[in-house]
Nanobody, 117 residues
């Protein structure tokens, strides 16, 4: 069973930056999608950004120009660099890895990001 371990959340002031990391415990193969989602109480989990194994990236409109997703295949790790953070970015952030090898997806445990002065 692949485990995903997230890190990097915390409290930051508006306009600040954070970098989230999510490392897999073992290889998920060469065909995958690595994604970040976020969720606030009472709302559905929403997709924030994804990176495909071919390098293609996608972002939800509200984070375009502020967030950057990247991955390190050797470390089996996906990152989310978040800049110019806003209070509305406050949420629990989850990473997800969809693996063709395993025919399914794995989720991290979540990391809290709070943007407040």
């Amino acid at each position: 069973q692949v485990r995903l371990v997230e890190s990097g959340g915390g409290l930051v002031q508006p306009g600040g930056s954070l970098r989230l990391s999510c490392a897999a415990s073992e290889s998920i193969g060469s065909h995958y999608i690595m994604s970040w989602y976020r969720q606030t109480p009472g709302r559905q989990r929403e997709s924030v950004a994804s990176v495909h194994s071919n390098g293609r990236t996608t972002y939800t409109d509200s984070v375009k120009g502020r967030f950057t997703i990247s991955r390190d295949n050797a470390k089996i790790t996906v990152y989310l660099q978040m800049t110019n953070l806003k209070p509305e970015d406050t949420a629990t952030y989850y990473c997800k890895m969809d693996s063709a090898r395993y025919g399914g997806a794995f989720w991290g445990q979540g990391t809290q990001v709070t943007v407040s002065s």
